[in-house]
Nanobody, 125 residues
């Protein structure tokens, strides 16, 4: 059974830090690029940060560059999002996403996605 379980959400004051974790199970984690998305109330879901299957490359939304760091531990099947200098506009539900990108391992599942249920981050001003 495929599972992505986010943890580490909560309430933090502006300027503070939090670390989200996403524990994966039920699929070959090492074949998947991992991403964090977020959705604020009344807004569309947006990509926050992504890391390739091997961990060698990352990319970030302009709004979080220099403040957030995505990392992964393939031995623990876990991806992290370290969030620093948080702002009220970072308030959102944060979702973990896995996309199968490694070939030939992914085979016919190339491009398939799995989603977590989300973790709420609230940044107070």
């Amino acid at each position: 059974q495929v599972q992505l379980v986010e943890s580490g959400g909560g309430l933090v004051q502006s300027g503070g830090s939090l670390r989200l974790s996403c524990a994966a199970s039920g699929f070959a984690f090492r074949w998947y690029a991992m991403s964090w998305y977020r959705q604020a109330p009344g807004k569309e879901r947006e990509l926050v940060a992504a890391v390739t299957s091997g961990g060698g490359s990352t990319n970030y939304a302009d709004s979080v560059k220099g403040r957030f760091i995505i990392s992964r531990d393939n031995a623990k099947n876990t991806v992290y999002l370290q969030m620093n200098t948080l702002r009220p506009e970072d308030t959102a539900v944060y979702y973990c996403n896995a996309e199968c990108t490694a070939m030939p391992g992914c085979g016919p599942y190339y491009g398939s996605h799995h989603w977590g249920k989300g973790a709420l981050i609230t940044v107070s001003s």
